[in-house]
């Protein structure tokens, strides 16, 4: 909000202050008039520009844009044809990670989970993977949290990994279901004390006073010796019903292998770009 007031005030001292409720679009023709004339341009107006005549500069410190992102990366990494892939989608998600892991990727067990609130607003947010099996794939949370909710309420899911340095994402889609009481107690008694005390101390999604309240109870809550699993945290496991694998090819004509359920075993096709 600092940085709109700011690039505002510069439009107004340079192009003068448009009547109230009053717009003007002021695109990267008009600062370049500006700077042929002499007038020196702020470099953080030079930056409003290149929305490419998208800025607009509206009376009371407002500044909306629509930024054009025409930045393309073409994809140069090998293909993934049917034949090279698993029979087993687990398997192959196994090789894929220990690739990213090889590759040095950024936390390659970040994956976005998608739910669905009960009024039907999808969610998506970030967590960590812990485990993973033929048995589905393992993230722990805490269970009255916004995602817990909606899993209470619509147990499908989505899953994806991202890892970019590979040009690959593979996306799961399944059933949330809670971990047991000992894998959700042996999970947490692993993790650091700190991160412990924080499980307890956080109401997750919850609308907190401020980060003081926060800290002070997280100082109540190191006062105790032993810290162990509350009620309110646990694990899901998301039992897989599909997967697709990605890889990214030039020219946009990206690989995108298919895993659906068939009896005991998967079916593999391959979907176009």
């Known amino acids: ?60 410190g407002v500044v909306s844009h629509q930024r054009d992102i025409t930045d393309r ?34 936390e390659p067990n970040a994956m976005v989970l998608s739910t669905v609130a009960p009024n039907g607003n999808p969610s998506s947010r970030a967590v960590l ?32 990994f ?18 047991d009481d000992d894998t959700a107690d042996a999970y947490f008694d692993s993790r650091p004390r700190e991160a412990r005390i924080g499980a307890i101390a956080s109401p997750q999604s919850s609308v907190i006073e401020s980060r003081d309240w926060l800290e002070l109870r997280i100082s109540e809550i190191a006062r105790d010796e032993r810290i162990s699993r509350p009620e309110h945290w646990g694990g899901y496991r998301v039992q897989p019903q599909g997967f697709e694998f990605w890889q990214g090819r030039p020219d946009r004509l990206h690989d995108r292998i298919r895993y659906l359920p068939a009896g005991d075993s998967w079916e593999r096709a391959r979907l176009a770009p």
């Open 73 to 106: 990366m073409d994809y140069e990494a090998r293909g993934l044809d049917i034949a090279n892939t698993l029979a087993e989608p687990v398997a192959q998600f196994d090789r894929w990670f220990s690739e990213a892991i090889a590759a040095n990727v950024v």
């Open 129 to 160: 993977l812990k485990a993973f099996s033929g048995d589905g794939f393992v993230f722990y949370t805490n269970l009255g949290s916004a995602k817990a909710r909606d899993i209470a309420a619509n147990p499908v899911v989505s899953l994806l």
């Open 1 to 60: 909000m600092r940085q709109c007031s700011r690039i505002d005030a510069q439009f107004e001292n340079i192009f003068g202050a448009p009547q109230r409720g009053q717009r003007r679009n002021t695109d990267l023709e008009s600062i370049v008039k500006r700077e042929a004339e002499g007038s020196r341009i702020p470099e953080s107006l030079q930056l409003a520009a290149t929305f490419q005549s998208s800025a607009v500069v509206r009376y009371g």
């Open 162 to 179: 991202l890892w970019l340095p590979l040009h690959r994402q593979v996306r799961i889609t399944g059933l949330a279901q809670a971990v």
